[in-house]
Structure formats: structure tokens, C-alpha cells
Nanobody, 121 residues
Framework: QVQVVESGGGLVQAGGSLRLSCAAS????????MGWYRQVPGKQRELAAT???????NYADSVKGRFTISRDNAKNTVYLQMNSLKPEDTAVYYC???????????????WGQGTQVIVSS
């Protein structure tokens, strides 16, 4: 079994910063891409940022220059540093990890339960 657990959400004023963390655990052979997606009620989940195992990153235009994604491969952990937050960044943030397990080498996607970020104006 694999678990993906986020932490670090909360309430912050516009212009402030938050750091999200996400740790994957369980029967993990390797992790390919990890990333952060976000969703507001009534809208589809959208990409915020992704990072490959080699460190290549991809950002949504709306967060470029403000958010930084990083990962610690030894800890199976991905981070999202969010600076200069805006009210429109308010959403539930979900962690995603593409994982191969020891007993099943097929690449499968796993989602965390989500963490709420609220940016007040």
C-alpha cells in the first residue's frame, strides 16, 4: 500500500507565504513525477507545479515567479513554497505522485487528501 499525505495549508494574508509538504510512504520502488494541483469549488482541478525525479520543473503561468516546487528523493517528499500569495490562490491543494511499487512495477498515480489554503485580502 502507498500513502500520500500533505501538510502545511492554512490561512494567510495576501502577500504572505506558505510552504506545503507532501510525503509518500509504503511499498515504494521508485517515484517518477510529483506535483501539486489545486481545486476550487465548482471548477476542475488544475496544475500548479510538477517536478520530475531528475529535478525538471513545470509551473502554471498563474504561479510562475511566486511558487517554487522542490523535492527530496531520499525522503519521497515534495514541497511547494508559495510566496506573494493572492486571494485567487485560495483552493484545496492536492499532492500527486507517480509511483512504482515493489510488487507492481506499473506506474500508478496517487493523490493525497488535500490541504486547504485560504488567502485573505
Amino acid at each position: 500500500q502507498v500513502q500520500v499525505v500533505e501538510s502545511g495549508g492554512g490561512l494567510v494574508q495576501a502577500g504572505g507565504s506558505l510552504r506545503l509538504s507532501c510525503a509518500a510512504s509504503g511499498s515504494i520502488f521508485s517515484i517518477n513525477t510529483m506535483g501539486w494541483y489545486r481545486q476550487v469549488p465548482g471548477k476542475q482541478r488544475e496544475l500548479a507545479a510538477t517536478i520530475t525525479s531528475g529535478g525538471s520543473t513545470n509551473y502554471a503561468d498563474s504561479v510562475k515567479g511566486r511558487f517554487t516546487i522542490s523535492r527530496d528523493n531520499a525522503k519521497n517528499t515534495v514541497y511547494l513554497q508559495m510566496n506573494s500569495l493572492k486571494p485567487e490562490d485560495t483552493a484545496v491543494y492536492y499532492c500527486y505522485a507517480a509511483i512504482r511499487q515493489y510488487f507492481n512495477k506499473n506506474l500508478q498515480g496517487y493523490w493525497g487528501q488535500g490541504t486547504q489554503v485560504i488567502v485573505s485580502s
